[in-house]
Nanobody
């Protein structure tokens, strides 16, 4: 099983980026995006179910949108109105448990990860 990410880069504050994560070799009911800075733990910022039930961290709600193309097995993260504090490495993750959608799984319990993609937002 592989989760392959793309779409990171450098953008000015107020700009937009779209991240993509393609899952190869399996289908997961729950998919999501984490991010991690040098000084912080990896945090879940958006999650979705196969039926497009979504959940967001307060820090990104209203600016980021997670979506899925079930047929292509791709999950997206549309990031709008980006801020310098959004600068981080973004990781795609997958799980089979509903606790994932509720942001209730410890990071240590997540087995399936993408390789990470860097997002840098300049002020």
């Amino acid at each position: 099983v592989q989760l392959v990410e793309s779409g990171g880069g450098l953008v000015q504050a107020g700009g937009s980026l779209r991240l993509s994560c393609t899952t190869v070799g399996a289908f997961f009911v729950f998919m999501g995006w984490y991010r991690q800075t040098h000084s912080n733990q990896r945090e879940l910022i958006a999650a979705t179910s196969q039926h497009n039930i979504t959940n967001y961290a307060a820090s990104v709600k209203g600016r980021f949108t997670i979506s899925r193309d079930i047929d292509k097995n791709i999950v997206y993260l549309q990031m709008n109105n980006l801020k310098p504090e959004d600068t981080a490495v973004y990781y795609c993750a997958a799980d089979t448990r509903e606790y994932f959608l509720r942001f209730a799984l410890p990071v240590s319990e997540i087995v399936y990860w993408g390789q990470g993609t860097q997002v840098i937002v300049s002020s």
